[in-house]
């Protein structure tokens, strides 16, 4: 049976809600404010490594592909080296230093290491960097513009939506990505789109204020 939008809402904001709300961001890592985790720049308190094949996404193309380069990120060109098969995330992180976009899963399936590539929504995670060659990517870092934070990175320190932070990004990308094409969305509407980018702290309801806000806002 199909589920109705009203109960794809009660499931996304009330996930992961049994357990008391605890705020463990403070204890974690208390030097890093919420300014510091909406722009990307909170550091994770475990930090995950890996190795991701990315098969499922390889095509002909990236395989016969010598390294790539160049990448278009938040504007800017940058120089990297990179054997095209190589996860989009791991070039960010490890040779560009944008460590906004987060590992969590590995598996493009819990949304953390969400980015935009031309203006859409992509896994970094499970992206090769060669398939993104001669897009335009943006990440958490590129939102923030002379020094003034989106709107939507506005609104999730408004509404307090995170705690361990280490989803944020993630919610963040998509929502921009939502916003830009339905810029006045219901919360229904938005529970649907956010539905592949997981909390663990169970934070969906004030996630879902948060971008309404910053809908409104704009």
């Avoid at 098969?85 to 399936?109: F, H, I, N, P």
Wanted: proline share 5%; charged share 15%; aromatic share 4%.
């Amino acid at each position: 049976m199909q589920q109705s939008s009203s109960g794809r809402l009660s499931q996304f904001t009330q996930a992961r809600t049994k357990r008391p709300v605890r705020r463990i961001r403070q204890k974690l890592c208390p030097e890093a404010s919420p300014r510091m985790y909406a722009s990307g720049r909170g550091q994770a308190t475990v930090v995950l490594r890996g190795f991701l094949a990315a098969t499922q996404f390889q095509t002909a193309e990236a395989i016969l592909m010598a390294n790539i380069t160049r990448l278009h990120i938040n504007g800017t060109q940058y120089t990297v080296d990179a054997d095209p098969q190589t996860s989009l995330l791991w070039v960010l992180r490890d040779q560009l230093d944008l460590t906004g976009s987060k590992y969590g899963c590995g598996e493009g399936q819990c949304g953390a290491c969400t980015v935009l590539v031309d203006g859409n929504p992509r896994r970094s995670c499970i992206t090769p960097v060669g398939v993104v060659a001669t897009k335009q990517i943006t990440t958490i870092e590129g939102l923030e513009k002379n020094g003034r934070l989106h709107p939507l990175q506005e609104a999730f320190m408004t509404e307090g939506a995170m705690q361990c932070a280490y989803c944020t990004s993630g919610m963040i990308m998509t929502a921009s990505a939502l916003l830009k094409t339905n810029p006045h969305p219901t919360p229904q509407q938005v529970s649907q789109y956010m539905q592949g980018n997981i909390c663990r702290c169970g934070t969906h309801p004030r996630i879902v204020a948060a971008v309404l806000r910053a809908a409104k806002e704009a």
